[in-house]
């Protein structure tokens, strides 16, 4: 226990920093949190807010670097923070200069430093003073130019500055910037926001500031120029030029064509034709330059899977008349390869019956010089077999199965206006599926197809999908006498895997973040607080095309229904929509927040949803206290997770989570959650008693859950495991508040996934 000790590496005569606290008077609009990244030392972290664990790993190593053990310990955990007089020196100089930028003045730090010489540790405390705060009372701005000055008026309501406001400078800097970036996107191509001065009189004893912005001219283009330059100068694009070559070796013979106002250079494969990439360029002759245009095409041009690389680069090509420069734009195209083949082979031997089995897949990005990309998988397997075959109607297992998926990187869609499709900047992608099953109970025929259009911006963080049409088949020609039926009673599930089914469906999904690209943990070190938010909502419907050419042609209804190649078709509404919200606290500790409803709806042709299409609870990614497609409906009291694992599903799902996160060591996370929530079926059926949902009811059927969870955050993926426990469970006849009479092998569940549940 003595090794154990915190102050096990602190050298003698030096002191643990243990705390590091401030305090800030009288500015309650400053958080003390938001000045943490002031601070040149900070303890080591707490898990929890009171376990150092990592220092902990850390003392457990001996002193003998040679040894594996020690060195391990060290890696894995964090050395002890000693406390430095001069880093608190510097926090202190660091905490008041923050104070000053954010407009207060007469800003005065005091230390109160704590030495507890028996535990050798220190604790230390900024207080912060902040003064009388400085704000603005007037603003001038003074642009001679009077096109740059008619430009920001232009946008007089996206300016931050207020008269009223704080005295930020951080205001001032993000101000300067936005001003920079609106010149840019209206012509002024050399702009920069060093062109931009804020000139400050404040009175002495006053707390209030006269603010001037000054918008300079451009110095001459020649020192000691005494020329007067009086404005910016506006660029106007002359010449757009594509160079899809531009890694190509010198020997290679180029030529160059004129095609819709392009300048366009190819090799002898001219592997992009002239309307792709008329299509994705935002830049053309006698634009006036802009910044968010450039933007534009780099990202339209990235969906062009045959691109290895894209550069934009700008020359001057002379003056016009009117005083405004001319500007050549250089894009520069590198390509990746065309296609590409892969193969999988596998052998198997069962009980003696030998097997073979292979798969191909090919890929082609650039199928008809338009960036397209087609896929094609095919795969066969066989398996012979021995033994007695009576009665059974196949002696082999044979699979041949076939998918084939084309992707164009635009929106395919007849009579659209290039303007149009710009605007959309959509990928279409159709898809086709084919397997045909042989096994000696049955044939079974399963078949898909779809097309479905693709948005996102260039940072990924919106993103939507509609799929135009999407067809599931499922079809048993032939099976053995009662096959269906032999299955039923142990597994209902597969028995429904097993019968025909259609469904003809059209959904449109749509989701939005402000999580910055590859947010992993390497990010979060770098942050002291932040608000990550993602929402996301689905909807879908099925079958109502069908039953309008059904009713329209008079066709006769079977068994009830209508069906189309003898199977009965779906048809429903389906919609679904969830929020969560992350605030992380700091670099290491965070908080989650989660909440989703969804409702599906069957009528006309259909009785009940399909089964695939219902919601279900429990699981890793749901109430996590109960196994996957354990949980509801509603008070559903099921006894067998294998027979009763087709009944566990409803029409009606609403699901809320809150869970801790605190980053422990080495790749290490730990997590600490409460789940809540169920299912429901919209009628009552006869196979789910208890599941309907009721309006005055259905708030005590809500299934409560909580535990705990480890996280291995390896940057690119992350493993999860999770143990959950039941707190109070909703299904009759069995126990209701497992956390008061809990029961390891009854309420305990062990989830393991990749990813976090939400």
Known sequence: MAGCSSTRHVPQGEYLLDKATITIEDAPEVQAK???NYLRQVPNHKVLGFAKLQLGVYNMSGQDSTKWYNRWARRLGEAPVIYDDALTVQSARQLRQAMINRGYSNVTIDIDTTVNEAKRKTTVNYRVKPGTPQVLRNIKYTIADTALRRIVFDDSASITLKSGGLFDRNTLDAERTRLASLMRNNGYYTFAKEYITFYADTAAGSREVDLEMVLRAPQPAIQGDTTEVTRHRRYIIRNVYINTEADAPQSMPLDTIMSRGYHIIYGPSRYLRPSILDEKCYLSSGQ???????????????QLGILKYVNITFSTAGNLPDGDELLDAHIMLS????QSIMLELE????EGDLGVGAGLTYQHRNLAKHSELLTVKVRGSYESLSGNLEGLINNRYTEVGAEVGITFPKFEAPILKKRYRQRVKAST?????FNHQERPEYTRIIAGAGMKYKWHNRMNTRRRTLDLIDINFVYLPKSTIDFINTIAPTNPLLRYSYEDHFIMRMGYTFYKTNRPPLFNTSARNNITQANIYTFRMQAEMAGNLLYLISTA?????HDGAYKIFGIQYAQYLKGSAGYTYNHYFNSRNSISLHAEAG???PYGNSSMVPFEKRFYAGGANGVRGWGVRTLGPGRYDSRNSVTDFINQCGDISLFMSMEYRAKLFWVLEGALFIDAGNIWTIRDYETQPGGVFKVNNFYKEIALGYGAGLRFDF??????LDLGFKAHNPAANQERWPLVHPSWKRDATFHFSVGYPF
């Open 599 to 601: 409702i599906a709806f």
């Open 715 to 720: 940057t690119y993926f992350l493993l999860r």
């Open 429 to 433: 992608e159709f898809n086709f599926t």
């Open 335 to 338: 390509r990746t390869k065309t």
């Open 288 to 302: 006036v330059y802009s910044a968010s245009n450039v933007d534009r095409t780099y990202e339209a041009l990235a």
């Open 347 to 350: 052998g198997t031997n069962s």
């Open 553 to 557: 042609t008079g066709m006769r209804r």
């Open 34 to 36: 938001s000045l943490q």
